[in-house]
């Protein structure tokens, strides 16, 4: 009875993951042991309610992405940690929800835990919202480390998603040990083929990504 339960979850993972596009993978498909968060599907985020286009809490990379990834997590899982990813594709339709959340100026239900000393009239001077988005290329993530010990993030100085100078990853008005954590994330990232964004220590890119100049709409589920 369990192996026939096993083949119907097996063969409905499948069906699912026929959908996506060519050359994109679901990211717990090649390494399942990657944690997420996938803070726009809930309401824990910068604008406060879950966003248009993020139907399931799926994380989905190209393939190249998330073979990569799988690297960053065998050398992680050594030392006791473990990734966790926040957010990885994001259809363009998730992006033009911040466009439009960014035009209207009353809103800032989320502005004491996120943008407090940014005044969401400048979100857009400042390269915090655009119009389009590396995440819906499909080969940037935003992720952090676990503590597989305690299972909590290890401290960066600032949170995920926060707008501000604390995010800057040359920030130094931080602790000798958060500054050794950004460290850590920074060199086993990079050391796997993935750059940085020098304003976010969590984003990251992959190099030589495989669709640099196409932005994809489909839905995350």
């Given at each position: 009875m369990k192996w026939i339960l096993y083949l119907l979850l097996l063969f409905s993972f499948t069906i699912q993951s026929q959908t996506l596009p060519k050359g994109f993978s679901y990211v717990n498909a090649i390494e399942p042991t990657i944690q997420k968060e996938l803070r726009y599907c809930t309401n824990n985020n910068f604008i406060g309610t879950s966003i248009n286009g993020y139907e399931e809490s799926k994380l989905i990379t190209t393939t190249q992405t998330a073979k990569a990834l799988k690297k960053v997590q065998?050398?992680?899982?050594?030392?006791?940690?473990?990734?966790?990813?926040?957010d990885a594709y994001r259809p363009q339709t998730a992006v033009n929800h911040f466009v439009k959340w960014a035009r209207v100026i009353n809103d800032t239900l989320m502005k004491q835990q996120y943008y407090p000393n940014v005044n969401k009239r400048n979100l857009f001077k400042e390269g915090y919202i655009a119009s389009k988005s590396g995440h819906s290329r499909g080969s940037t993530?935003?992720?952090?480390?676990?503590?597989?010990?305690?299972?909590?993030?290890?401290?960066m100085g600032s949170p995920y998603d926060f707008f501000g100078?604390?995010?800057h990853i040359t920030y130094q008005n931080i602790t000798k040990q958060q500054k050794e954590n950004r460290q850590l994330l920074q060199?086993?990232?990079?050391?796997?083929?993935?750059?940085?964004?020098?304003?976010?220590?969590?984003?990251?890119?992959?190099?030589?990504?495989p669709f640099p100049k196409t932005y994809f709409d489909f839905p995350v589920k």
């Amino acid at each position: 009875m369990k192996w026939i339960l096993y083949l119907l979850l097996l063969f409905s993972f499948t069906i699912q993951s026929q959908t996506l596009p060519k050359g994109f993978s679901y990211v717990n498909a090649i390494e399942p042991t990657i944690q997420k968060e996938l803070r726009y599907c809930t309401n824990n985020n910068f604008i406060g309610t879950s966003i248009n286009g993020y139907e399931e809490s799926k994380l989905i990379t190209t393939t190249q992405t998330a073979k990569a990834l799988k690297k960053v997590q065998n050398e992680l899982l050594k030392k006791g940690f473990s990734l966790k990813i926040f957010d990885a594709y994001r259809p363009q339709t998730a992006v033009n929800h911040f466009v439009k959340w960014a035009r209207v100026i009353n809103d800032t239900l989320m502005k004491q835990q996120y943008y407090p000393n940014v005044n969401k009239r400048n979100l857009f001077k400042e390269g915090y919202i655009a119009s389009k988005s590396g995440h819906s290329r499909g080969s940037t993530v935003d992720l952090t480390i676990i503590d597989l010990k305690t299972n909590k993030e290890l401290d960066m100085g600032s949170p995920y998603d926060f707008f501000g100078t604390p995010s800057h990853i040359t920030y130094q008005n931080i602790t000798k040990q958060q500054k050794e954590n950004r460290q850590l994330l920074q060199n086993t990232m990079l050391k796997h083929g993935f750059r940085p964004y020098p304003n976010e220590w969590w984003h990251f890119t992959l190099r030589n990504e495989p669709f640099p100049k196409t932005y994809f709409d489909f839905p995350v589920k």
